[in-house]
């Protein structure tokens, strides 16, 4: 009997691993199957038409703003912030509270995110449904992934380094600057790569702030639509799968080259002589 | 002067998030409780009102609640469970080169943008639902949970499995030692030591479900009715903040952040919940 049951228990393991490699292969096979007819060069890099495909060259660009603008706001802040939280504050209630709200940020959906943005940035603020609103709202969004990402690279800058360029009579700014940061950089490089694959990832947020315009930006105060609010609005307003499958192949190959440069990095990371 | 004027840079950047989560909450708060406030909405008939109509002044979000919870639940009936023996499945039986390519593959999954899933959804889900139960319409409560189930699946495998790896070896080679099978040590002896990452595991998982939006409207079909069975088109709360906010202005606009309370609520309560378990996984 306990036998029996070892060997349904053992079998539904190797069904439910199966089930789940299946199931996620066959959607991105099925993206992959769909877009990639649509994939040329003037798919990529040619202006939008709304007859035919188009091209998604604008989405591309509106895509590059938001990650520029987002990360060039919230790269110093977080890294500042776990610099304050690990090398600078006493633990005590001012702390907690800190990373309360920190981790609190990183279970609100995205909807809300937008919620926020819309009312704040787009109206309070008058930026209107815009590039810089929708990169400001992401701006909060990857703000915990960096700070957390950045105070774990920092706790595993050896201690002795510190001590050791203290010894040397350097003000602790100067340690800072010259000894802990450079060796924290490639903890804090896959902090910022893995913010870029959220940003990326983002939809509902940006759908409520930079409004769904499919042409070049202007500028950062133009409004405008990212490669994933393209993906989402070909296949509700016209059931263009194909294209929506296309879109979808640019996505995963960004987040594919990403995800190995974080590898890559972490790998060097290791390798580093402590 | 310098190192002190830095130290305060520092503590001002780290305050920003505090400063960011008071906001959000705030303004959130603020615009979706002055409908019952300031203009005399009751909040009892907005939470159990059946009726959405804001060209009528009626906004009732009963049936989106009910939408929303079935989704998650139901999402997590299917998610759960097989995302958490896959995750078993990789940690404790797989040979040693398999695992190492599913892992970052599932991995690499919980990163692709949660949009691509609804456009697999409404590709491929909702015809086959639509051919197989003869629906009219193949949008249904049944493709919502189908599509979150998935979503979740990377999520709860790669947060479970790295819990389970976590239990010492020693206590495997313990209950071994002791004479249980395998699978006996692995279901009485780690799945209960690695109990407080398998629920967080859960949890994410579940945030991750009730917070989707996206990906949600395209198979939902989005009709403002009360579910009754598991084809019926639904309205999940995060979809009608979505589908609405581009045009809605004055109260019907404030009764869409009220919506957003709501769904506020319910991750709130997800992430109390959460709090608690890993401060129990603590030592």
Known sequence: MRKFKDHLLLGLLWASAFLTVAVLVIIVGYIFYKGFRLIDFNFIFGDYSPVGHGGIWPMIVTTLYTIFISLIIATPIGILAAVYLQEYAKQGRLVRLIRYATESLTGIPSIIYGLFGAVFFVTTLKFGMSIIAASLTLTIIVLPVIIRTTEEALKTVPLSYREGSLALGTTKLQTLYKVILPSAMPGILSGIILSIGRIVGESAAIFLTAGTVAAMPEGIFSSARTLTVHSFLVTQESGDIELAAAVGIVLIVIILILNFSATFISKKLNKADY | ?283
């Not at chain 2, 009910?66 to 039986?93: D, H, K, M, R, Y």
Request: charged share 10%.
């Open chain 2, 1 to 283: 002067m310098l190192e002190k004027l830095s130290a305060r840079i520092f503590l001002f950047c780290a305050l920003l998030s505090v400063v960011s989560l008071l906001l959000i909450v705030g303004f959130v708060f603020y615009k979706g409780s002055h409908p019952f406030v300031a203009e005399g909405y009751s909040f009892f008939d907005f939470i159990f009102g059946m009726d959405w109509v804001p060209s009528e002044d009626k906004f009732g979000i009963f049936p989106m609640i009910v939408a929303s919870l079935f989704a998650t639940i139901g999402a997590l009936i299917i998610g759960v469970p097989v995302g958490l023996f896959t995750a078993i499945f990789l940690a404790e039986i797989a040979p040693k080169r398999v695992a190492k390519i599913i892992s970052p593959a599932v991995q690499l999954l919980a990163g692709i943008p949660s949009v691509l899933y609804g456009v697999f959804g409404l590709a491929i889900i909702v015809p086959f639902l639509q051919n197989n139960l003869g629906l009219v319409k193949g949008q249904s409560l049944l493709a919502v949970i189908l599509v979150l189930a998935i979503m979740m699946l990377p999520t709860v495998v790669t947060v479970a499995e790295t819990a389970i790896r976590a239990v010492p070896k020693m206590y495997r080679e313990g209950s071994l030692a002791l004479g249980a099978s395998q699978i006996g040590t692995i279901f009485k002896v780690v799945v209960p030591a690695a109990k407080s990452g398998i629920m967080a595991a859960v949890v994410l998982g579940l945030g991750r479900a009730i917070g989707e939006t996206m990906a949600v409207i395209l198979v939902a079909g989005n009709s403002l009715i009360l579910p009754t069975s598991l084809t019926d088109s639904v309205r999940p709360l995060t979809t009608n903040i979505a589908l609405e906010m581009g045009y809605a202005f004055g109260t019907h606009q404030e009764m869409l952040f009220a919506t957003g309370i709501v769904l506020f609520s319910f991750i709130l309560l997800l992430n109390f919940v959460l709090a608690k378990i890993s401060s129990k996984g603590g030592n």
